[in-house]
Structures are given as C-alpha cells and as structure tokens.
C-alpha cells in the first residue's frame, strides 16, 4: 500500500533550514530571515549556511550581495548555498552561478543532497551496537570527535566551538535545545555520532557519521 508524505512533512524535509526549529538562547547559532531566504551562523569562519526558497529575478543580484555584506561583517570566509528543486525561480541555481557562485565540492558540503522522508520505523541495527544519547561530557565530545574528524571539519572551526561545547551539552541536558545528540558504542568505544533535530513536524536526522575503523558492519 503506497503511503502518503504530508505536505507539511515534505515542506520540512526540503526547505530544512528555513521551517526547523529557530535557536534557543545561549547556543552559538543565529537564524536569519530575509524576503525568499534563511541565513543559518554557526562559530567558525565556515559557518555559514544560505537555503533559498523564493527569490525576485528582477533583484537577485542586489539580494545576493545583501548576504555576502552580511557574512563579511561576521567575518564567514565560505558559505554553502542549498538551492532545493522547490525553490524559485526554477533555473535560480543556474542564475547565481552567473552571479559568481560555483558547486561547493569541498568537504562537508556535496554539489548535490538528497532529502528523504522515512515515515515508517527502520530495521534494528547490529545487536553488537549500542546507540544512545551520551551520559556524561566526555562521551558527547568523543561523539563530536568523531564527527569533525569525519567530515572533515575546518581546525579553525574546530576552534571556534570549542568554547561553546559546555553550554551546548547542558542545552542537551536539559531538554532546551532542539537538537538531541547520539552516539554509537562498540566495545565500550564510541565508534558513531549521529544528530536529530526536533521539528514541528518530525524527526531531522542530520550529521550521521562512523570513525573510519569502525566502517562496514552497519553502526
């Protein structure tokens, strides 16, 4: 029996910056709402994010140095544009090529991401791995080892969150933040890191990653 994704839940899944959850106090992240677009900051001189939705062909190129005046002022040296199919006009990713974007194929980012909506449970995992919210600090930054070092994250940007670890976890703690950290046990190893941002309308699962040595058995 086919099944049917609500719209709401398709809206989320391709417009995932602009419709998730807004920061909550004390995180070291700024959403920034502009007419057809969101402008996500994190620390770092790569933390930058701009998702398009709907955009003016007549004042595109005014709307295109307006963000990059803006990430300059927050001193951002690269910014990653996502450009959803959804988005309008529907040649926009083609038009701000011409204006002096190009295809982001540097890690993390891809030239092209796949959203998908899952609205059934998955199988169970590998019995050998134990996945699960972290328990002590220790455990969420060797949860966030593992991702930096999996995608590939920027030594300046490692620097730039370092500070802001602790205040982060105690968000986690305490159930104030929208985002929920998990990490994968083998062996009394944290081998995985994974995270889940809590929308309105579902389940983000983002920043999946696996230390290379632990590849290949399904953590």
């Not at 996500?40 to 062909?57: F, I, N, T």
């Not at 104030?176 to 809590?198: H, Q, W």
Request: hydrophobic fraction near 45%; glycine fraction near 8%.
């Amino acid at each position: 029996m086919a099944v049917t994704i609500s719209e709401s839940v398709r809206t989320a899944a391709v417009f995932s910056i602009s419709r998730g959850p807004e920061p909550v106090a004390g995180m070291p992240i700024e959403k920034i709402h502009l007419d057809g677009l969101t402008v996500l900051l994190l620390p770092g001189p790569s933390g930058a994010m701009v998702e398009a939705r709907a955009l003016d062909e007549s004042t595109l190129a005014e709307t295109v140095e307006r963000v990059r005046a803006l990430l300059c002022e927050r001193a951002k040296e690269r910014t990653a544009w996502f450009v959803p199919e959804a988005a309008a006009p529907t040649d926009l990713a083609a038009r701000l090529a011409r204006l002096g974007l190009r295809p982001y194929d540097e890690a993390p980012f891809e030239p092209r991401f796949a959203a998908m909506a899952r609205v059934e449970p998955p199988e169970e995992g590998p019995t050998d791995v134990e996945a699960r919210l972290p328990v002590t600090f220790e455990e969420f930054l060797a949860g966030v080892a593992v991702s930096d070092d999996a995608f590939e994250q920027d030594e300046a940007d490692r620097r730039a969150w370092q500070e802001h670890r602790r205040t982060a976890w105690l968000l986690h703690e305490s159930g104030e933040s929208p985002l929920r950290s998990f990490v994968a046990v083998v062996d009394g190893e944290i081998v995985g890191s994974a995270g889940a941002l809590l929308c309105d309308h579902g389940v983000n699962l983002i920043g999946g990653s696996v230390r290379e040595d632990a590849r290949g058995p399904g953590v």
